[in-house]
């Protein structure tokens, strides 16, 4: 099973180094991001462990961030730690699912130790999913790009006009489509669709 990662978003550098670093000191395993886009765009559900999200940050906060992973099938745990925040941010973080909503300066045993919970609720909650619904977490597993990209090839989109509407290239668009063929295990589209759709056998 892979080794539980801590995600950190942060747009402080210092904060994300800080944060990164003391994480690293329990032997736990660090991915972190300065961007929430960048997060959107790269993270995978599919990895056990948790998430810590800074409140404030530019073009997206830590808690638009929370409500844009509600619309996926499987969130893990959250922990906002944050400068800036006050009890109605706090109240509706946890309202919305979060594990914990820290006011730094946060000590540093006490972030750890809500950290090894988050990763223990996360753990308990994967062994607990159904085995039947393999292909809804792995469609879990997609990022965000991923899953818009799937939307469309479903839809009947072709690879050109995905980068079109995008605003990408063609090869980016490709390597989107490769991942999300071998994430969720099939072969071609016509099967991508056929699976998305619930079909079991090839449809009209």
């Known amino acids: 099973m892979t080794e539980p990662t801590?995600?950190?978003?942060?747009?402080?550098?210092?904060?994300?180094?800080s944060l990164a670093f003391l994480v690293e000191s329990m032997n736990l395993r660090v991915q972190t991001f300065d961007r929430p886009s960048e997060f959107l765009n790269k993270f995978d559900p599919s990895i056990p462990g948790c998430l810590v999200f800074?409140?404030?940050?530019?073009?997206?906060?830590?808690?638009?961030l929370q409500t844009e992973l509600s619309k996926w099938d499987y969130v893990p745990p959250i922990i906002f730690v944050s400068g800036h925040g006050d009890i109605p941010m706090s109240v509706r973080a946890i309202r919305a699912g979060a594990?914990?909503?820290?006011?730094?300066?946060?000590?540093?045993?006490?972030?750890l130790d809500r950290i090894n919970e988050a990763i223990e609720i996360d753990r308990r909650a994967r062994e607990?999913?159904?085995v039947s619904d393999s292909f809804s977490r792995a469609v879990s597993r997609l990022t965000s790009r991923e899953r818009e990209v799937m939307d469309l090839l479903v839809q009947g989109r072709s690879l050109k006009q995905i980068s079109i509407e995008f605003g990408?290239?063609?090869?980016?668009?490709?390597?989107?489509?490769?991942?999300?063929l071998e994430k969720l295990q099939v072969g071609n589209?016509?099967?991508l669709v056929r699976r998305c759709l619930g079909c079991d056998e090839p449809c009209d």
């Open 128 to 130: 607990s999913s159904p």
């Open 99 to 111: 594990i914990d909503f820290l006011q730094k300066p946060v000590k540093d045993q006490v972030l």
């Open 54 to 64: 800074d409140v404030r940050m530019p073009g997206m906060s830590g808690l638009e």
């Open 189 to 191: 589209d016509v099967e």
């Open 168 to 180: 990408i290239s063609f090869q980016t668009v490709s390597k989107h489509r490769a991942r999300v």
């Open 6 to 17: 801590v995600v950190i978003v942060d747009d402080d550098q210092g904060s994300l180094h």
